[in-house]
């Protein structure tokens, strides 16, 4: 639970900020979600979808990356909320990177499957005489 004024994180149980006195919510607008990382933290990666977001930190972290999440699943069912992956600064070039290989190693995959299920039109009688 996130204070909507000042940021502060609260755990669960928690329904008002002590400082500014107004209710928590559970996730920050993204705006105020930057502002809340130090200068040597960074935003690599945003998703509504939990199970991609989990999917992308495993994948930074195999390659040596320390990632953690910020944001969570939206608590009403069908309404997705803002997931965060954020990494020092030091290793933003690095996640980028990966990211990017990873992204285009994907789409080639799905190019690839996609012509090797593609049926050719069959030809004509008179194409196959030519």
Same mark, same amino acid.
Do not use: W
């Given at each position: 639970? %996130?204070?909507? @004024?000042?940021?502060? /994180? %609260?755990?669960?149980? %928690? ?13 920050? +607008? +993204? ?7 130090? *200068? /040597?933290?960074?935003?690599? %990666? ?14 930074? /972290? ?7 999440? !910020? ?8 309404? +997705? ?6 990494? *020092?600064?030091?290793?933003? $070039?690095?996640?980028? $990177? ?8 994907? @789409? ?15 030809? !004509? ?6």
């Amino acid at each position: 639970m %996130f204070c909507p @004024e000042c940021g502060a /994180e %609260f755990r669960d149980g %928690f329904a008002r900020c002590s400082d500014c006195d107004v209710p928590l919510v559970s996730v920050l +607008p +993204p705006e105020e979600m930057d502002a809340t990382l130090s *200068s /040597e933290e960074a935003t690599v %990666f945003v998703t509504r979808d939990m199970v991609e977001a989990e999917t992308v930190k495993e994948l930074l /972290e195999a390659s040596g990356i320390e990632v953690y999440i !910020s944001g969570e699943s939206s608590p009403l069912p069908g309404v +997705p909320a803002e997931v965060r992956l954020i990494v *020092s600064q030091d290793r933003v $070039e690095l996640a980028h $990177e990966i990211l990017e290989e990873t992204r285009a190693e994907v @789409e080639a995959q799905a190019e690839s499957e996609d012509s090797d299920n593609v049926v050719p039109f069959p030809l !004509s009688e008179n194409e196959e005489s030519q």
